[in-house]
C-alpha cells in the first residue's frame, strides 16, 4: 500500500486526531491511542497460518536441485516455503 492510499484510508475511517508537517516537511499523523490498538489487532488477526511443505513436496524440491551441494537444498526448501507463505 503506498503512503497516499494508506492515509486516505485513515482519514475515511477516521482514525486520527490530526495531521501536520514537521520541520523537514513530513507528514506526521496523530492516531488515538485506541484506533491504533485496532489498527495492531486487526493486523495480526489478517496473518495467515503457517504452511508448511509435505514430504512429497520437499522429494520433489530437492529432486530439483540436482546437485548434492546441502546449501543448495536448504535454500530450495527455504525458497519454497516462501512462496506457500506469501
Same mark, same amino acid.
Given at each position: 500500500m503506498k503512503? +497516499? !492510499?494508506? /492515509? =486516505? #484510508?485513515?482519514? /475515511?475511517?477516521?482514525?486520527? +486526531?490530526?495531521?501536520? +508537517? !514537521? =520541520?523537514?516537511?513530513?507528514t506526521i499523523m496523530i492516531v488515538t491511542e485506541m484506533d491504533a490498538w485496532m489498527m495492531c489487532n486487526k493486523f495480526a488477526e489478517a /496473518? =495467515? +497460518? #503457517?504452511?508448511?511443505?509435505? !514430504?512429497?513436496?520437499? !522429494? /520433489?524440491?530437492i529432486k530439483a536441485c540436482n546437485t548434492s551441494d546441502t546449501y543448495k537444498y536448504f535454500r530450495a526448501i527455504e525458497a519454497k516455503l516462501k512462496e506457500k507463505n506469501t
Open positions: 503512503h +497516499e !492510499d494508506f /492515509k =486516505s #484510508w485513515i482519514e /475515511k475511517n477516521c482514525m486520527y +486526531e490530526t495531521f501536520y +508537517e !514537521d =520541520s523537514e516537511g513530513r /496473518k =495467515s +497460518e #503457517w504452511v508448511g511443505l509435505t !514430504d512429497e513436496e520437499i !522429494d /520433489k524440491t
